[in-house]
């Protein structure tokens, strides 16, 4: 059955976390004394974060959310995009909100109430740069399916999802639905596996979205996809996924990214940066970086590198929201 | 008469703003459209900010409020602090506390209610790394005088205070509260002029308190002394004050800074600085440096020379709190 598709009005939309990160420097005894494992994302609860931020260091507040994230790096490249997600009628949602829309991207999710708060994540950046993610999901994990516009999906030529967002009840059904409605109007479906654990906590459902069709562009690194197949075997585990999506992405940090498409494997090197600050973010930005490129029909080679270009801008410095013209970047590099 | 001072518990105790910076890139061409005057503070209502707010780019957020800044260095620098500050009961007043507990200073002013809202400073950065200061003052205007404890004054070797808080009217009798106990205890008081503007509206009442003998250690930069004396002639401005208080300190920005003590004048080069980012905070901590090494009782040209380090520092990344361990920058150049 061929679809006939409308001209897309966004390049992106993506349903995803509304999460102000709370960003500060650690050292790895901290993160001994408080059991948290380097470089991995933990959900905790409202009072596992107030002892949490009450024992950290001083922080900035940056907006975050992986989709979103996405997202704003996508849209510093000069897509235009739409973002699903919820937050609460409290200051860090009103921040969350501004930082969205001051990139440019439409967001018209109405905040719920004052309780649960907006989402946010405490981020322990070690010195060697490292992130260890701790999330307090708040009003983020109450994003009901009504807020999933059918005009909205069909209106994006591309739906992007999170695996972080599959924790929750609500935004798993929103998601569900946003799947639907995608494929019901032509419309490709991205999906990032997000993290180790996340993949764990989900495996069957992951696999079962994978086999299913559902998803035409994967985003994952190489703990994810090594997890997804259960398996140590990274070849393997990419040739067993290939061979199930329209697009595989899977990023290796330093060793650079792959993408599987066609029966074939393309494969770039890391882009230099000076110096590593904060790695929160990389692979959104990777993501968004690539999705940019194949909006704009770039070839497999170019998605990557704009990948690796917007992935490096976004480590050399705190946050992960880029701070710098991706686009000139990438002009500079590719025209 | 002779004053017998008691060991002091505290290196300084400041009473200040309690601030938290929301810090955008802009372009010279924003700040001409909102009509912003260049590295300048303004006061701005409630509907400016959200105005002003609205139409800025992405932000982060990162405590500030100028004494409070000073504490941060002052406290990094291995000074005991405590502050004296208003935030509400809301999300930015827990940041603003969070912060300024994590570096180790004592804060115990209990929350006003949820409105006001804390205060926070709009900060546009232009690429010349100047930054335009747009205030809006919230809950940090209704400090109460009752809020400045007496054995806390008592118990500071230096009482610190901010020109900026002059403006409203519970804040300043505060202050002036505080300035009497510390003479009444023998302490020393230091004041910073603040801002040009800032000395504009309030010439009259800050001449009179150096006038009186009320300041003991005056921070100013070049345009602050040169208003505050109502002269285009620096060295008048200079010899004028100078007369008046123990220490006058002025800043220079990149031609460094002198510190007038005695009869005699010294000075220091500003620091080298690889890529200056932000100046938000600059003066805060020249005298976050200066003031810590007085309270070793260092030599002038040490207390400069810290100053100057700890000012390198904050304007070398964006917000206005040290990222840097000042302590080690300080040991490694003087020991």
Redesign the interface.
């Known amino acids: 059955m061929t679809i006939e598709t409308a001209e897309a009005r966004y390049d992106i939309v993506a349903i995803g976390n509304a999460i102000v990160d709370v960003i500060?420097?650690a050292d790895d005894a901290f993160l001994e004394e408080e059991q948290l494992a380097k470089g991995s994302m933990t959900l905790i609860d409202a009072a596992r974060a107030e002892d949490l931020?009450?024992d950290?260091?001083?922080?900035?507040?940056?907006?975050g959310g992986s989709g979103a994230n996405t997202l704003?790096g996508a849209s510093t490249l000069g897509r235009q995009c739409a973002l699903v997600a919820q937050v609460a009628d409290?200051?860090?949602g009103e921040?969350f909100a501004?930082?969205i829309r001051?990139?440019g991207i439409d967001f018209d999710v109405a905040p719920l109430g004052k309780e649960p708060?907006t989402a946010r994540c405490l981020i322990l950046v070690t010195p060697d740069a490292q992130r260890t993610m701790n999330t307090f999901l708040g009003a983020s994990q109450f994003l009901p399916a009504s807020s999933v516009d059918a005009d909205l999906i069909a209106s994006g030529a591309i739906l992007y999802l999170e695996g972080y967002l599959w924790d929750a009840e609500q935004p798993k059904a929103a998601m569900a639905l946003g799947i639907d409605l995608a494929k019901q109007n032509g419309r490709k479906v991205a999906f990032t596996l997000s993290d180790g654990f996340c993949v764990d906590r989900h495996r069957d459902e992951f696999a079962g979205l994978i086999s299913d069709g559902k998803i035409d562009i994967l985003f994952s690194n190489e703990a994810e996809i090594m997890s997804l197949c259960e398996t140590d075997d990274f070849d393997a585990a990419v040739a067993q996924t290939a061979a199930q999506v329209e697009i595989l992405v899977v990023t290796r940090s330093e060793k650079g990214a792959i993408a599987a498409h066609g029966g074939k494997i393309y494969s770039v090197a890391a882009e230099p940066v000076e110096k590593i600050i904060d790695t929160t973010g990389a692979g959104d930005l990777f993501a968004a970086g690539f999705l940019s490129g194949y909006c704009e029909k770039r070839s497999m080679e170019d998605c990557l590198t704009i990948g690796a270009i917007a992935a490096a801008e976004v480590i050399s410095h705190?946050?992960a929201?880029p701070?710098a013209n991706l686009r000139e970047l990438v002009k500079a590099r590719l025209g």
Do not use: F, K
């Not at 950290?56 to 907006?63: V, Y």
């Open positions: 500060a420097q931020y009450r950290m260091g001083t922080a900035r507040e940056i907006s704003a409290d200051q860090l921040v501004h930082d001051a990139t708060p705190y946050g929201r701070e």
